[in-house]
């Protein structure tokens, strides 16, 4: 993808009409950073299919983005199928619903389809279509699978298709483990100007991947190759039964930490009510060397929030000394992609020094805090990669379960609890 896109801007920087590329995402400590593991939202292997809209964006209604190719169908096979999977990130919020379709199409025909408020949001869900009707008797089809824009949707979208598992017909490259456009067999049709199709590859050295790729690019030689092959097998076909969303729970994604396995998990079900002001957290009490020039923390946070629902779940960190307590940070789960950040982007550590000095322990606090109760807004809030300057920190890495971590989680329906991958 990043291939693609410095080829299309390239020539535009090279002759003047734009003053440069900005490379989102490009590392600059390539080789020290591992893969962010939540990034690989792909339901088998590391490859997926992904119609994606940023925050602040609406869909037109009418549009859509789709991926095709041509199949080879056995006209005999005397059985017709397509078994699959889907993922997005919309809970079963009724404002979101009959905005945005899923569908599968035979020859420009829908087969199937599914609104994106159906299923409960954040995990893979099995489907499976009977294609007799369509395919029987006919040695070749088009196969699509679209995102369609039925009303106008202004709030961001990762919608994922991945595992087909084809009966009566063959579908190359059924995982999207191969991304390449020369030999992943699948096309994109973009009919839409904000709903972005893409076939998304995670490796396990993204930064370092992306990194070459760059390098390459300028430098005029190819691009290093990707893999094409799935890191896992795909599995047969599941009945349509979406399980409810439980932070690292069956058919959420494989890894949501930031880095490593493990993370912390602040969360509230859908369909669950909580009161205002009421917090669920994780605290530490940290060590102070006295010798330390300065104190600092730094964090990195994460949600699977949007931007159109402000005003409801705070993410607070707070200090804890012998003078009292110190609200450090207070940012809305809703005010950031779903993405990891270091204190919401823009400000990394912080500087504690004037809480710190003096003292010969602090705790820090990790929260999840209700500004205004809800009666169904899900929301898993995640902290990981927990640094100090001047602190000592037990597994502030959650790579060792709970350990030094007191967990405190008072309030029925809010979960805390330190999660880990298989
Ligand atoms: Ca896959
Ligand atoms: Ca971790």
Redesign the pocket.
Known sequence: MVTEELKQAMPYAADGRIGGIVAYGAPVNYDRRPTIASNNLAQTGDGRLSFAQGNYTTAAAGGYAEAYQQVTVDPNAGSWKLGFATYDQVSRTPSKSGKLDKQVLIDDTVVWQSDIADEFGFTWAPASVDLTAALKGKTTAKLALRLYTQAAANFPIDVGFDSLVPTGFTVPNFGFEDVNPATRGWQLNQQSQSVVGSFEKVTPHQAKDVYDVISAAYAGVPAPAVPTTPSGPIPSNLPRTGAPYQPGGANTIHDS???????LSLFVPEKTATGTGTCIWAEQRMAVDPAAPRYEISWWDYDGYAADLFGYHLKQVSIVTSKGKKLLSNVDAASAPKLWMNGQGGWGPIDITEFARGESSVVLQFALCEQQGVGDYLVDVGY??ITAVGLTVTNG???QGSTGWTIVSPHPGMQAKVITAP
Not at 257 to 263: D, E, I, L, N, P
């Open positions: 930490a930031m880095y490593g396995k493990g993370r990981d990669d890495d959650f790579e």
